[in-house]
């Protein structure tokens, strides 16, 4: 593709890494086949091929519209088009850099800007979030059906290890998921302790980034990235009287962001050597339990034999290229697992998509519901709160993490 940047960007870091972006796309369109908003709409302009050549016009200086901001709203950076180019371009690093653009020159209604605002400064904070998190789960009943959708039943926390262990390994809470489901976490410590890896949460890592930054307050989730590199830091060097082999993370949403830090940060001379470390140090937990499979078959008991749905998260399969460990931890469990049709589409939480696109993602909710309730599970299983919560408040059947499963199968102490 040619471009002629317009020079309010072209000598920028952003512009000549969209110029490079642009360049490798080839217009060939595979990328629609597997987009989830233009098989809903339609819309060559709500697909990635649409979406570059909207964000090549701003960046060749032709002033952006509602309606360019509109379709690249409806995105859902499920990167799936990634998944899919033969030419592998990073659209996810593109529609970040004409989201900025964009958002610079086209301004929003004054409820959008308000339900924004409220979201990049309540979700990322958990000293908001977690008493808003149990007023909602108080008054759950009385909620409107929107609201209660993102409000999940109150859930216990679980037993916290407390050996220790020659073996370290950091975790990054999350903002959200402590309140949401916090068993997740001490499910996930609970399993690498029967392993014999000890599990540290640094108190002051917070947020990962991805909040803000994909909201188009880049700055803001830098910052936030730059805190936890300082929070981790000295277990990575061994100050802090432990050194961290590894930064374990079971939210995929999460795990993406962290693993980008290096690139994100690359032009910031303070962190950019420390950014790359982090990124590096940075692994899915099921990136981790291979290591561990014979020990964990070993210490867990008969298995259940439930059949399993599993939903690979996007930001896990598309954002960080990984594909069957989670089945094959599972099976090797003994568990029933299945992936549904379309295992390869967004389930439509994509972090607040489904609150600012609420209708797109409930059509892709329901669509992801219909192809797992084919596999008549027991239980649905997934890999990140979003998604977690997201299919939750669509079915009956149980949606769990899947570490949780792994962990209810392992032989009490």
């Keep these: 593709m ?74 859902l950076t499920c990167r799936n088009c990634e998944s899919t180019c033969p030419s592998g371009v990073q659209y996810g690093r593109l529609i970040d850099i004409g989201r900025k653009v964009v958002e610079q020159q086209v301004p929003r209604p004054l409820s959008q800007r308000l339900v924004r605002a409220a979201l990049k400064e309540a979700l990322p904070r958990k000293w908001i979030f977690r008493p808003a998190m149990k007023v909602g789960q108080a008054m759950r009943a009385w909620l409107p059906p929107v609201l209660r959708n993102k409000v999940p039943q109150p859930q216990p926390a679980g037993r916290w290890p407390s050996a220790s262990h020659a073996r370290h390994m950091l975790l990054l809470e999350g903002c959200v998921q402590p309140s949401m489901s916090p068993n997740i976490n001490s499910a996930t410590a609970r399993v690498l302790d029967a392993l014999g890896v000890q599990l540290i949460v640094p108190p002051k890592a917070g947020c990962c980034g991805a909040i803000r930054f994909h909201m188009n307050d880049q700055e803001g989730g830098l910052d936030d990235m730059r805190r936890n590199i300082d929070a981790w830091w000295p277990y990575v060097d061994g100050s802090a009287g432990v050194k961290a082999e590894a930064i374990v993370m079971n939210a ?71 594909r069957g460990r989670v089945e094959g931890i599972l099976r090797a469990a003994g568990v029933d697992v299945q992936l549904c049709a379309d295992s390869h589409l967004c389930c439509g939480s994509a972090g607040t998509y489904s609150i600012l696109q609420p209708e797109l993602s409930y059509q892709l909710r329901d669509n992801k519901l219909r192809n797992l309730a084919a596999i008549n599970p027991e239980v649905i299983v997934s890999g990140n709160i979003g998604c977690v919560t997201h299919l939750q408040s669509g079915t009956d059947t149980p949606v769990k993490h899947w570490i949780e499963l792994i962990d209810s199968a392992l032989a009490p102490n």
């Design 252 to 322: 995929s949403g999460c795990g993406v962001t962290v693993k980008d830090y290096g690139h994100l940060l690359q032009h910031d001379h303070a962190y950019a050597e420390k950014a790359r470390r982090i990124s590096h140090l940075t692994r899915d937990i099921s990136e981790i339990l291979p290591e561990f499979e014979q020990q964990l078959v070993q210490k867990l008991r008969a298995p259940a034999g439930a059949r399993v749905a599993y939903h690979p998260p996007c930001t896990l399969q598309h954002g960080q290229k990984i």
């Design 2 to 75: 040619q471009t002629n940047l317009a020079d309010f960007i072209r000598d920028t870091a952003e512009g000549q890494e969209a110029d490079a972006i642009l360049r490798s796309c080839v217009h060939c369109g595979f990328c629609t086949a597997t987009c989830p908003t233009y098989q809903l709409l339609g819309d060559e302009l709500d697909g990635p091929r649409g979406r570059i050549y909207l964000i090549k016009q701003v960046l060749e200086g032709k002033p952006a519209t509602v309606s360019t901001q509109t379709h690249l709203d409806r995105c």
